[in-house]
């Protein structure tokens, strides 16, 4: 979820790549708000998201998913060469863009910040921090040492763990910026709190943003299958079960497709 002017935005990916991908722009997102405070509470936290990460991606099968999926798009986008209603400049930009990210895929193997998970000190810290109020003094004493030591020690430390999944970062954040580019915003209305359209079949639907008044006391629950999206919209509560919210909503919808 994400704020756009006076809108909130939600959003649900459609596949399982495009949902690491968001996964990773959010922990990528906390390990750099950690960053900012200064107290070893701000570390802990800093630390529990990279361990996070390491977890996200520890997967052998990652790059080739980015490989195959990148060269679809490039291959996709090959079509708009020398079309006069296309931006050629944007589109050669992106292009040779799309043509370095396949070259840094290419040029490894194996997974993703390998060093990292072969680093004993993050090992011990991760097992440990996988149990309920784990990773104390008692469970990893040279991480609680470690925890003491001056804040530009720590920060740079961790600055030079993240260096390791720079990779993991450019592309993942170049594949999210192609994709929500790729959706045109449009305006509709669900009457009742309720909402339903249907999706081309032929066409390779990757993300779907719903943005809605920030000024409403609403959120959306997203279902999209393969031939249609459903959205249903609630009020928002902590203390009871969520309530269906029956007014009309005007909304925006974006169908990310490249």
């Not at 990916?13 to 997102?29: D, F, K, S, T």
């Not at 708000?33 to 990460?53: K, P, V, Y």
Request: with cysteine; hydrophobic share 40%; net charge neutral.
């Amino acid at each position: 979820m994400s704020t756009l002017n006076q809108s909130i935005i939600f959003e649900q990916p459609v596949n399982e790549l495009v949902r690491v991908c968001l996964r990773v722009e959010h922990l990528l997102a906390m390990v750099q708000q950690g960053l900012r405070g200064q107290s070893m509470f701000d570390t802990r936290a800093t630390i529990s998201a990279l361990a996070e990460l390491l977890s996200l991606t520890d997967r052998l099968d990652l790059r080739g998913k980015f490989t195959k999926e990148f060269i679809r798009q490039q291959a996709n986008l090959q079509r708009f060469i020398n079309d006069e209603h296309i931006d050629q400049t944007r589109l050669q930009d992106a292009l040779s863009e799309l043509t370095k990210v396949i070259q840094i895929l290419q040029s490894h193997n194996g997974k993703f910040a390998v060093n990292l998970r072969d680093n004993e000190f993050l090992t011990s810290i991760r097992q440990h921090m996988s149990i309920a109020g784990g990773a104390l003094s008692f469970d990893t004493p040279g991480f609680y040492y470690w925890l003491q030591s001056p804040v530009k020690e720590r920060h740079g430390q961790i600055i030079s763990w993240l260096a390791e999944s720079e990779d993991l970062f450019q592309i993942t954040s170049f594949l999210l910026r192609l994709i929500r580019q790729s959706g045109r915003p449009v305006l509709h209305t669900a009457h009742a709190g309720y909402f339903q359209t249907s999706l081309d079949p032929q066409l390779a639907c990757q993300l779907i943003r719903v943005a809605v008044p920030h000024t409403l006391p609403i959120y959306p629950e997203i279902s999209v299958g393969r031939h249609g999206v459903n959205i249903r919209f609630y009020h928002p509560t902590v203390k009871e079960r969520a309530v269906i919210y029956e007014k009309d909503v005007p909304f925006r919808l974006s169908c990310c497709v490249i």
